[in-house]
């Protein structure tokens, strides 16, 4: 398994493991990752993030609110559609 799938694979672990409304931050799967070094993870974790919203199984929020993660600047949130 690649290192993209890898954290696609975790992004969609972390949801799984909770609730079904709750969401994820990108450094939860980033720090699960790579806990001593993982902050080189934040571009990739919300890359990973942007490939599972284009398969439709989740979705980007900041403060509650559905985002274009293309567009979105600032802390966001991973949940399950």
Do not use: K, N
Not at 41 to 63: C, K, N, S, Y
Request: one cysteine or more; hydrophobic letters at 40%.
């Amino acid at each position: 398994m690649g290192a993209d799938e890898d954290l696609e694979r975790r992004i969609l672990a972390m949801l799984d493991a909770r609730a079904r409304t709750s969401t994820i931050c990108p450094s939860d799967v980033a720090r699960e990752a790579a806990p001593e070094d993982w902050r080189p993870l934040m571009e990739p974790v919300r890359r990973a993030a942007r490939r599972l919203v284009d398969r439709g199984e989740v979705e980007i929020t900041q403060q509650g609110d559905v985002v274009d993660l293309a567009t979105a600047t600032g802390p966001i949130r991973i949940r399950r559609i």
